[in-house]
């Protein structure tokens, strides 16, 4: 719960700057979840030996445990324990490995402790190795909280700070499911530049309604889950789980409890049909059937079937994690919600995109569907699955709902101009503000040379390409790291040249393949001094420090969420960033 912008109670005493550990489940949600179902496996192995144990009478087949006539006739080695009388033996030994389990988890989780600066959060970990990880608050580039399906049962949520560098993250794994939400609101709060005066007032106001970080439970009077209505400590634990199961992913007191974007389940089922892993599903059962008719039955068995039956679960996954999917503005960013039994939100605050690709299948050309993807600091891997749902900002949608997306991530003046630009050359073949490719590079890109182009703006710069794969990829001048020119033999003939932008790796590869070489050169001279200059004019790194200048869209529902829309930043653009005069890049 919160005091006039405040943390109180929980959140006010994990951000007092001193070592906490975490909650009490961490263990076993980590790890000690197989150790469960080893003992389940286990004990259910042993169900016929303990109904003999307590009731006193063999399995139906007579003889001994073992069903046989001599001990371990089948090979089973709890029966031969058994029948040598062992069975005290294997009991203490089982229960002397168990506590060691045990013991070594509670020493961990004791070992496990983190704190929250006004600057900065460290974790450290470790027994024999001991790890101490610390991540700046002014280099933060999101925070991700993740609610997996079994630590929901224990109340329990893991929060992920993402910082700058390669995979670069510090994860606080487990809290209470109800401190994570308020958490994340504080750590966002002090990277976006508070006053140090404001965290001293934040601290003292940890009165006795202070929190047990290693149970997680409050001990003031209500307690508050993130989206439903405030529960009273004294209500019972059940009802807290069902409080807590029922909540919308979405804060409703700092987003708006209605996504901007809704995608159905029939939506969802068609852009994962019409897709290209489906085109390879089928050529690949086309080669099992083929195999089956010339008698290839190993190469079935072993190679082709269990590539069909893992593609299964490729489509489940991919389904449920974009299932319950949500989208909103908030006064530290953008919101990002997902999942359907484990759930997941991902929040970007301010300036933490280096790049946003729009792209369109051509199997979801009839439809009319796009995706958004990004490249984001700390999930740069392109290829690992985990970072996925860190760079797929719009899992699909329509024109109207990459408009709006658009409008999160590229709030005021200067972001719609560039939402007119990106709608405008989504479909369209040529034109429409870009500066298209020659019709000199039809003999390298004889589908897609049309759809070639460029277009600037005051703190952009916009990349149209593909014939079969739809791409239009938007790089901010302020997160520009640096600008190739390359040119070969065959664009030097042709004088041609190739463009190729480098921000962070990630998804987005903003790289136009052929144009003019005098537009490459004057669009290198003139895009160079911009990104310089873009760098230095830009502060959003520490967003609260302009809120004088944040204006509220009118059409969002702030009026009853307080700072819930997405911020616009009016700030007066470099005038070397306008666009080259050498480029036709003027909206017509």
């Known amino acids: 719960m919160t005091t006039g912008g405040l943390p109180t109670g929980a959140t006010a005493r994990l951000v007092d700057g001193e070592w906490h550990r975490l909650h009490w489940a961490s263990p076993l949600l980590k790890g000690g979840f197989w150790l469960v179902a080893i003992v389940g496996f286990v004990l259910a192995n042993l169900r016929e030996r303990l109904v003999e144990f307590f009731i ?41 490995i168990l506590l060691i389990a045990v013991g070594s988890f509670a020493v961990a989780w004791r070992m496990h402790s983190f704190r929250i600066g006004a600057d900065a959060v460290e974790v450290r970990s470790g027994v024999l190795f001991r790890h101490h990880r610390k991540a700046r608050l002014d280099r933060l580039q999101g925070i991700h909280i993740t609610r997996p399906l079994f630590a929901r049962f224990f109340g329990a949520a893991k929060i992920e700070l993402s910082v700058a560098g390669q995979d670069a993250k510090v994860e606080l794994a487990y809290l209470g499911s109800g401190q994570v939400d308020e958490l994340r609101r504080e750590i966002l709060s002090r990277a976006s530049g508070v006053r140090a005066e404001e965290h001293t007032a934040t601290a003292n106001a940890a009165g006795a309604g202070a929190v047990n970080a290693e149970t997680g439970l409050v001990a003031d009077a209500t307690t508050t889950v993130a989206g439903a209505a405030p529960v009273k400590v004294d209500d019972g634990l059940l009802q807290r789980r069902v409080h807590e199961l029922l ?94 039994f484990s759930t997941s939100n991902d929040t970007l605050p301010p300036g933490r995109i280096h790049a946003i690709e729009v792209t369109q299948p051509i199997l979801w050309r009839p439809a009319g569907w796009w995706m958004i993807r990004i490249n984001r600091a700390g999930h ?47 479909s369209a073949r040529s034109g429409n503000g870009f500066a298209d490719a020659p019709r000199r590079a039809f003999s390298l ?133 306008s666009a080259p005069p050498g480029l036709d890049v003027s909206r017509p």
């Open 56 to 96: 006193g009478t063999g399995p139906a087949n007579g003889g001994g445990p073992g069903g046989g006539g001599g001990p371990g006739d089948n090979g089973d080695i709890i029966a031969m324990v058994y029948d040598r009388g062992q069975t005290g033996v294997a009991i203490l030994v089982i229960a002397g």
């Open 247 to 340: 909540a919308p992913e979405l804060d409703p007191d700092t987003a708006p409890p209605e996504s901007v974007v809704k995608i159905t389940p029939g939506r969802l089922i068609g852009s994962l049909v019409l897709s290209e892993f489906t085109v390879v599903l089928l050529l690949v059962i086309a080669g099992l059937f083929v195999s089956t008719l010339w008698g290839h039955r190993f190469f079935v068995l072993f190679l082709l079937l269990p590539s069909v039956i893992g593609s299964l679960g490729y489509y489940w996954r991919r389904f449920s994690k974009s299932l319950r999917y949500s989208i909103a503005g908030t006064a530290d960013g953008v919101r990002v919600g997902f999942g359907m």
């Open 380 to 426: 740069a891997s392109s290829r690992s699955g985990s970072s996925q749902p860190h760079t797929l900002l719009l899992p699909v949608g329509r024109a109207g709902d990459v408009q709006k997306v658009l409008g999160l991530l590229l709030p005021g003046s200067a972001g719609q101009e560039i939402q007119e630009l990106v709608l405008a050359g989504l």
């Open 445 to 577: 890109r004889p589908l897609s040379y049309r759809r070639t182009g460029l277009a600037v703006t005051s703190d952009a710069v916009l990349l149209r390409s593909g014939f079969i794969w739809r791409r239009l990829s938007v790089v901010p001048l302020a997160r520009l790291q640096s600008l190739h020119v390359a040119q070969g033999p065959v664009r030097r003939a042709l004088d041609l040249a190739q463009l190729q932008f480098n921000t962070i790796a990630g998804p987005v590869r903003a790289t136009l393949g052929v144009i003019g070489r005098r537009e490459a050169l004057e669009a290198f001279r003139l895009l160079s001094d911009g990104a310089v200059r873009a760098a230095e004019a830009d502060g959003s790194h520490r967003w609260a420090e302009s809120r004088e200048h944040v204006v509220l869209s009118p059409a969002s529902p702030s009026a009853e969420h307080g700072a819930a829309a997405g911020p616009i930043v009016e700030q007066a653009a470099p005038s070397a960033q």
